[in-house]
């Protein structure tokens, strides 16, 4: 008897479409295209995406089994896709393009990522946010009785809203941390944004389908997920800084320039120029957190860039110890809430 797997309310008798196969999937998809620009989407697809299914055997003896719920809707440049399946499905980049960040939110289920990024790829379970950039040979593959809801954001619309707040150009991946946790911080934020916008679309009068409201819809998306841990998040700070009062400025460029060495809350305070007092009360009202908790999120950022970066010969708590953490099931726990992910999984790749 299949198993009863809770589903995006995207995902409605009008606009849903059932897809015999994986390997129909973007014929599927491209008929849930505007008339105007399916036949060159369609071949678009067909080049950039394979899709499969992971159990080739099962498939054979019952591909009944294999079919697919699907229903697709657009904000701006966006592609929103909810989906539900019985069976796993996999499917292939063969040609990027430009390239695309999916954000996926699971509901049930788990998803494996590989040739995402050395920091990317493993297989995630359980109620969370995945994201990944799209690149030449990624796999992603879901398991079997799967449900959830993605987002495709072409690369130069992300790049753009990045830039325009940093004010610089971006080189590189944006390099987000894969794992999205939906019940704190920024995640939550990014999960009751992606509840409301399932709504909208399941409405029938959705501000997501106006020409005026529709960018907007997108670049709040974005924000969003630029609020999320990245490459670019001290950048993001940085230019956020200028509406803090001086005091924090300082205490956050004297934790930078002492990141590796054991501060204590008066010195940080003695280099602001105020009282450890006016100093926590200045943190809690401009960052929402105290100035130990920011020392410690900095320590952990710049543990996470080495751990991306250094020799693997170097050991995840040599790393860490070199940054204040000398208890590992502490650092463990802390990089786990910041990150989404073990930081063993930074040196097993696929490691589940």
Known sequence: MPIAVPVSPILQPRRTATVRSPYDVNETLARAMPAQDRGRLEAQLERSRRFEPVDHRGFQIAPEEFALSVAVAHTAATRI??????RGMAMTIAE????????????????????????????????????????EGARIATSDD???????IPRARLIAVLEGLIERPIVG???????????SGPGARLARLVAFIEQEVASGDSLLDQA???????ELLIRALLDLPHAYSGSLEREASSAAPYNVVRAEHYMRLHVGEAISIDQIAAAAGCSVRALQVAFRRFRGR????????????????????????????????????????????????M??????????????
């Not at 991946?173 to 794992?179: K, N, S, T």
């Open 81 to 86: 896709s909810a989906s539900v399946m019985r």
């Open 96 to 135: 990027p393009g430009g390239g695309t960040y999916t954000f996926g939110m699971r509901r049930h289920g788990a998803i494996s990522l590989s040739g995402c990024g050395r920091s990317v790829d493993g297989t995630w379970g359980g109620v969370a946010g995945t994201v990944y950039q799209e690149r």
């Open 146 to 152: 799967y449900s959830g809801v993605s987002f495709e």
């Open 173 to 183: 991946d944006v390099a987000f941390a894969p794992v999205v946790s939906p019940t």
């Open 212 to 218: 005026i409201t529709a960018p907007a819809m997108e």
């Open 290 to 337: 105290t100035p130990t908790d920011e020392l410690r999120r900095i320590r952990l950022e710049q543990a996470h860039r080495e751990m991306l970066n250094s020799p693997d010969a170097q050991t995840i708590m040599a790393i860490a110890a070199r940054y204040g953490f000398s208890n590992p099931g502490r650092f463990a726990a802390q990089y786990r809430r």
């Open 339 to 352: 990150f989404g992910q073990s930081p063993s999984r930074l040196r097993t790749p696929g490691k589940t």
